[in-house]
């Protein structure tokens, strides 16, 4: 962290396993919107980073509704009182892990960045519909982006006045997707594996449906059903991806066996699977 230019703007994001407190001695670095009360060790651990490095936890400065508020009591099927549905309602978006047993919410995925820079986050929050299959709940982050605004403005100052109102903001559309492309840029879409067909897609359509119940009523009954889906779906996927991978390597040795070189070559290439690229930070060496 030290060798990274003070002039960079630095995110470091992840779970931390770090449950962050209302502590007043973390006050330079926390936010007073955090789900805990207390912070666990790993929080001190990450609260201590924070300081050496001069960033601040921007997982804490926002306030939102919180997913669970009763940290440390089982999350009960239905609430009795109105006071309690109240409070309920009040807490969503800031819980990032829920326990396997469905019972406990817990914020332990934070997002830091640079302690002069922390106007560049314009939010963070945890996003319970996004169905990723994991116990952790997706984190969202949202940024301003100064290369974007230098080139929207610059594109916009060059604009000519236009008389017709129609031409005048389709001079400001063309500018702003210009600005768009060349900061931004477009995001590869990613397409579908061979083996993914209907019976896949309505599969995965009934576990997240079982899902967004599970969501808004969280009973037993309702936690059952989406493990039944959850399962079911998982099990015809990897049926079909296997199917289709012994489709695959049948068609190669095929293809080896008859010496036809350049089929069996392109079939090979198609087979690997894709790496993506790290992004790490040099060292010395």
């Known amino acids: 962290m030290d060798k990274i230019p003070t002039s960079d703007t630095v ?9 962050l407190g209302k502590e007043e001695s973390f006050s330079s670095v926390t936010g007073k919107h955090t789900l805990h009360e207390q912070t666990n060790t790993n929080g001190e651990l990450l ?36 006071e309690e549905e109240e409070e309920e309602e009040e807490e969503i978006h ?18 830091l960045t640079n302690g002069n820079k922390h106007e560049l986050i314009e939010d963070v929050r945890s996003l319970r519909g996004p169905n ?26 060059k604009l000519d006045e236009k008389e017709d109102v129609n031409e005048e903001w389709n001079s400001i559309q063309q500018a702003i997707k210009e600005s768009a492309n060349v900061t931004i840029m477009k995001q590869e879409v ?8 209907e019976e896949c897609k309505e599969a995965i359509k009934q576990k997240n449906e079982a899902r967004q119940k599970k969501l808004l ?22 049926k079909k991806k296997r199917t289709w991978l ?27 699977k894709y790496k993506a690229g790290s992004l790490l930070c040099r060292d010395n060496e």
């Open 47 to 82: 609260c201590d980073f924070a300081t050496v490095n001069n960033l601040k936890v921007m997982s804490t400065q926002f306030q939102h509704k919180e997913i669970h508020k009763d940290r440390d009591r089982p999350w009960p099927d239905t609430w009795k009182e109105e």
């Open 217 to 238: 009523m969280n009973t037993r009954m309702n936690q059952e059903s989406y493990k039944i889906k959850r399962n079911e779906a998982n099990k015809l996927c990897k």
């Open 132 to 157: 990723i299959d994991s116990d952790h709940f997706l984190v969202k982050n949202a940024a301003k982006l100064k290369g974007y605004c230098k080139t929207l403005y610059e594109n916009l100052i």
């Open 190 to 197: 990613q397409p579908r594996n061979e083996w993914w067909d």
């Open 94 to 111: 800031k819980g990032t892990w829920q326990s396997p047993d469905n019972n406990t919410i817990n914020q332990i995925d934070h997002v």
């Open 246 to 272: 012994n489709m695959k390597l049948n068609s190669i040795e095929l293809n080896y066996k008859k010496n036809e070189t350049r089929k069996f070559f392109k079939d090979v290439k198609s087979f690997q």
């Open 11 to 19: 995110i470091v994001l992840g779970d931390f396993n770090a449950k």
